[in-house]
């Protein structure tokens, strides 16, 4: 597996960085960087983001994410692979009526609420050319065609709800939900809220000031996943094909809060990209 870490980095600090690291501009203060995580290169770039944020009490980075790349035979062999949605759009369902129910959340995290009501949005172009896309929320919505796929090659694990466009019950749009198993993350999985950054509570004033990205209960593990998903093996991961995780993601502000993650068997990955089912990404999960 190759990984790269993407940035985008401001220009005022791009001459922190190698020479041998070509960017691209990114409008007129940023450069998207691209560097492979197991080079020297990447350490230097570590040491460039600390010396901005200590010495400098600046931002080095603004956007990033990580592109891992995988060989045949890497692919070939997976027990499982991570999920995820390309589209996200608003408004989410909250906003538009769906009930949640916050009686049991975490009193230190704030996760753990629970969709108590069919999901209700609004009308919109978020699956044209698509059978996937999910609110800013992180409720999911599919295609009828996804469905019908689900169904035709009996994929196990998953099921659907109904989705309300205002008052109307749709017939062809609806909410993609877990029935059957989650999985725990392994120990080995690194998590926190931006690379470089394992922040676990934000103890800085500000907007953000005494947020919990790793909950000390365990049900939250960080603001974000920076690794490869390591997931604990156990029976199931051959029962089913759809799965989440049990632990989850992201922080508590209201509308965008925590979420699990998703992952599928090989045989669901191979038959979605057989059958040309439009909006997931994958990556390799690793069992363990
Ligand atoms: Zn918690």
Request: aromatic content about 12%; charged content about 30%; some cysteine.
């Amino acid at each position: 597996m190759k990984e790269l870490l993407i940035l985008d980095i401001r220009k005022k600090y791009s001459y922190l960085i190698p020479n041998e690291i070509q960017g691209t501009a990114r409008g007129d203060s940023l450069i998207r960087i691209e560097v492979d995580t197991s080079s020297p290169m990447y350490e230097e770039t570590k040491r460039a983001n600390l010396y901005v944020r200590k010495e400098l009490k600046a931002v080095f980075f603004f956007g990033w994410n990580y592109k891992r790349i995988y060989t045949e035979e890497e692919l070939r062999n997976a027990r499982l692979f991570k999920m995820s949605v390309r589209k996200y759009f608003e408004p989410c369902g909250r906003d538009c009526g769906t009930v949640y129910d916050t009686s049991h959340v975490c009193e230190i995290c704030k996760s753990g609420e629970r969709q108590v009501s069919p999901l209700y949005t609004r009308k919109g172009s978020y699956l044209n050319n698509r059978d996937v896309a999910s609110t800013i929320s992180y409720e999911i919505v599919v295609s009828k065609r996804f469905v019908e796929f689900v169904k035709d090659h009996s994929l196990r694990g998953l099921t659907f709800g109904p989705v309300y466009i205002g008052k109307r019950l749709s017939s062809d749009i609806f909410q993609l939900m877990v029935q059957g198993c989650e999985l725990d993350f392994s120990e080995r999985s690194a998590f926190g809220i931006a690379p470089f950054d394992f922040t676990e509570r934000c103890s800085t004033e500000g907007l953000f000031y005494g947020e919990v990205y790793k909950c000390p209960k365990g049900d939250n593990l960080g603001g974000d996943l920076l690794s490869d998903a390591f997931i604990k093996d156990c029976d199931e991961i051959e029962q089913y094909d759809f799965f989440i995780s049990r632990q989850t993601i992201g922080v508590y502000r209201g509308l965008i809060n925590q979420r699990h993650i998703l992952f599928c068997s090989p045989r669901m990955r191979k038959l979605i990209i057989d059958n040309k089912i439009r909006g997931f990404d994958f990556e390799i999960a690793h069992v363990i």
